[in-house]
C-alpha cells in the first residue's frame, strides 16, 4: 500500500514539475515572440527590408519553434 502511495505521489510530483517546465517555456516562448516583432518592425528612418538584412533572424526563430513543438510531443 505505501508503495503504491509512493509511486502515486512521484507521478504527481512528476506531472507537476512537467506542467511547470511547459508553463515557464511557453512564457519564454511569448516573450521571444514579442521581442522577434519588435526586431522585425522596421525602424522609422530605415525603409529597408529587414529580412534581407538578416535572413537568420527568422531561420532562428523557426527552428526555436519547431523544437517547441517536439517538446510537446514528446511530453
Known sequence: MN??????????????????DMDLTHAYDQQ????????MQPSSSDTSNIHEENPSALH????????????IIIL
Open 3 to 20: 508503495a503504491k502511495l509512493a509511486e502515486q505521489a512521484e507521478n504527481i510530483k512528476f506531472s507537476y514539475q512537467a506542467t511547470k
Open 32 to 39: 521571444q515572440q514579442k521581442m522577434f516583432d519588435i526586431y
Open 60 to 71: 532562428t526563430f523557426a527552428n526555436r519553434q519547431t523544437d517547441k513543438q517536439r517538446l
